[in-house]
């Protein structure tokens, strides 16, 4: 055989060879996770560091590949064609491109990527260097042809932003979770967990506060001995003082402050009563602190941890009293219900045999969600009462049912306008909302 002809055949598989190169840092260095490598990269991992570099301008980096990855297989196509022609004539030419098309789309694409693909970071950390050299050798060129494909696409109108993001960090991270959930390598209260802590930034006091009306006060003008049997008997260890009404909050009194300082008093005074009788609660108890109802919920979070405080109370843009939060109810959002021996179990749903549920009105829409796995809107109601109200325009009765959002409401119980129970159970799958529409008569 004809030397020349086994030299540009030797030629044909080096580039065939760089051309599965190419194609196969293209996939490692794209299908990477950039979490991954900056982990491998604090561990010292050699490669890694590159890689990361490399991956923060995606444009660059891809031209460059497919720069050389085209050069590459053009100059292999072009020297098969003269191989095949001087041996085949005007044939040659279809010899040429059946045979290279074959070796090309094997050898140099789907064999490289596939295992650049079972192990992106692993194969990513190995080419990163050398492909930081071509992105370097071919930077001028690239620089030129990024200029011609953003005046193409702007004469076509279509603006291009190279720093644009699709999606936020916490969007990402959120999607990631999503997604190992449902192929199981996550499982529910993991998921849970995760989403929720992420979901702080997007909650607000409001959401998660305990509304005024359940919260245990005692008013500042009781006597020491009134105030230490009502601490005594709560469940609190922070109970608010007020004075004149019970939303006019001028203290707030812990247990452990109260018991030191009635245990002084006895020491000076000797008997119980004369230490009662002495007792000052409100140079015992704390200043009250306020907090707005609009404030995201890991604003608070961080508040909280740098005041080193537990407590606060809510009130909205009147400087009204509408709640008090503490630390406990944010830590909730996150690892659920946190209970201990003093607590009074509170159970906000059940399940019935027939697959319904009865439900307390006061629970969260959050939470009913995250219990039942269901999608209900929680952006006009914060509990499942207050989202039938909204929906259904009017205070429901006990017995009427209502339907909505793939679900039947029916009202159990009704304190004076507050909805107390209710029964829901999830319609079946392909009833339209417009079919069900909300009923105003009572249930039968």
């Given amino acids: 055989m004809d030397p020349a002809i086994l030299w540009t055949s030797g030629i044909i598989l080096v580039l065939l060879g760089l051309s599965a190169f190419f194609s196969g840092s293209e996939t490692a260095l794209t299908a990477t996770n950039r979490a991954t490598m900056h982990a491998l990269a ?38 098969a064609t003269s191989i095949f022609t001087a041996l085949f004539g005007e044939a040659g030419v279809a010899w040429a491109t059946l045979v290279m098309t074959f070796l090309v789309l094997v050898f140099a694409e789907v064999l490289p990527k596939t295992y650049a693909i079972s192990g992106p970071e692993r194969a990513a950390v190995k080419v990163a260097p050398i492909i930081a050299v071509f992105v370097r050798v071919f930077a001028p060129v690239v620089g030129f042809i990024r200029l011609l494909v953003r005046g193409a696409l702007a004469v076509m109108g279509v ?18 979770i999503a997604l190992h959930a449902s192929e199981g390598g996550v499982d529910k209260a993991e998921r849970d967990r ?5 979901d702080l930034r997007d909650r607000e006091v409001a959401e998660v506060m305990r509304h005024r009306r359940d919260i245990s006060s005692i008013s500042a003008d009781c006597s020491a001995e009134e105030i230490v049997e009502f601490c005594l008997g709560s469940s609190h260890t922070r109970i608010p003082l007020w004075r004149s009404e019970p939303e006019n909050i001028v203290g707030v009194l812990h247990a452990k402050d109260l018991l030191r300082a ?23 108890a704390m200043k009250p602190w306020f907090v707005p109802d609009t404030r995201p919920l890991d604003d608070q979070l961080r508040a909280f941890l740098k005041r080193k405080s537990h407590f606060a109370l809510v009130v909205d843009e009147y400087g009204v009293l509408q709640g008090l939060i503490t630390l406990e109810d944010i830590l909730e959002e996150i690892v659920g219900d946190i209970a201990d021996e003093h607590d009074i179990e509170r159970e906000g749903i059940s399940r019935n045999p ?14 009913l969600n995250r219990a039942c796995e269901w999608s209900l809107p929680d952006d006009e109601a914060t509990t499942i009462a207050g989202l039938l109200i909204h929906e259904a325009q009017t205070i429901p009765t ?45 249930h039968a």
């Fill in 42 to 79: 604090a561990q010292g991992t050699r490669g890694a560091d590159t890689a990361l570099r490399l991956t923060e301008d995606n444009e660059r980096l891809i031209g460059s590949i497919l720069l050389g990855n085209n050069l590459v297989n053009i100059l292999a196509a072009s020297l």
């Fill in 159 to 176: 603006k291009t932003d190279p720093d644009a993001h699709f999606l936020a960090p916490y969007e990402v991270i959120r999607g990631t």
């Fill in 194 to 198: 995760l989403l929720a802590a992420l």
């Fill in 354 to 367: 027939d697959g319904s549920f009865i439900v307390q009105g006061s629970m969260t829409i959050r939470d």
């Fill in 262 to 284: 009635l245990n002084r008093q006895i020491r000076a005074k000797g008997t119980m009563a004369d230490a009662l009788a002495t007792l000052d609660v409100m140079a015992v």
């Fill in 398 to 442: 006990e017995g009427q049912v209502f339907a909505f959002h793939g679900m039947r409401f029916e009202v159990l119980e009704r304190h004076r306008n507050q909805i107390t129970r209710l029964k829901l159970r999830a319609l079946k799958a392909g009833a339209r909302d417009s079919d069900e529409g909300a009923s105003g008569a009572p």
